[in-house]
């Protein structure tokens, strides 16, 4: 009687860890596949102007890619492709410093996207933006 108990919630438990690994799954597989909810149809992507904080980045998946927005000193909003020009890793923002680091090779970029230092044969790719009313539109 004992061992049937036994069974029975060890059957139980695992029944609960193949639901969940499986509801794991497919919720992973729709959050790779479904639109993000601030990219529109038309590949535009907004959010408001109160997330970029003064003198900082905030990245984002454009049109299955990366840009950033930053803030700069004189509070200018300038949209970029993240994508180094060199071999194509993601840029980081150095709040510190005003510049963009790419962490392969070592390049640098002004926060316009110009080519400071290191490998990069060109700038970052600058992307159109606007701003209404507090709401950021990149694309
Ligand atoms: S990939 Fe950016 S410097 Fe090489």
Redesign the pocket.
């Known amino acids: 009687m004992q061992n049937t108990s036994r069974r029975k919630f060890l059957g139980l438990c695992l029944g609960g860890l193949g639901t969940a690994g499986t509801i794991a799954g497919v919720y992973s597989v729709f959050g790779y596949l479904a639109p993000h909810a601030n990219e529109g149809a038309s590949g535009k992507v907004t959010f408001p102007e109160t997330d970029i904080p003064a003198n900082g980045a905030k990245f984002l998946d454009f049109r299955g890619t990366t840009a950033v927005v930053i803030r700069k000193q004189s509070g200018e909003l300038v949209a970029l492709s993240a994508i180094?020009?060199?071999?194509?890793?993601i840029?980081q923002w150095e709040k510190d410093k005003q510049d963009f680091l790419?962490?392969?090779?070592?390049?640098r970029y002004t926060p316009d996207g110009v080519v400071i230092s290191?490998?990069?044969p060109k700038p970052l790719e600058k992307l159109a933006i606007t701003i209404t009313n507090g709401i950021v539109t990149v694309g």
């Open positions: 180094c020009t060199h071999l194509g890793c840029v790419c962490p392969c090779h070592g390049g290191g490998p990069p």
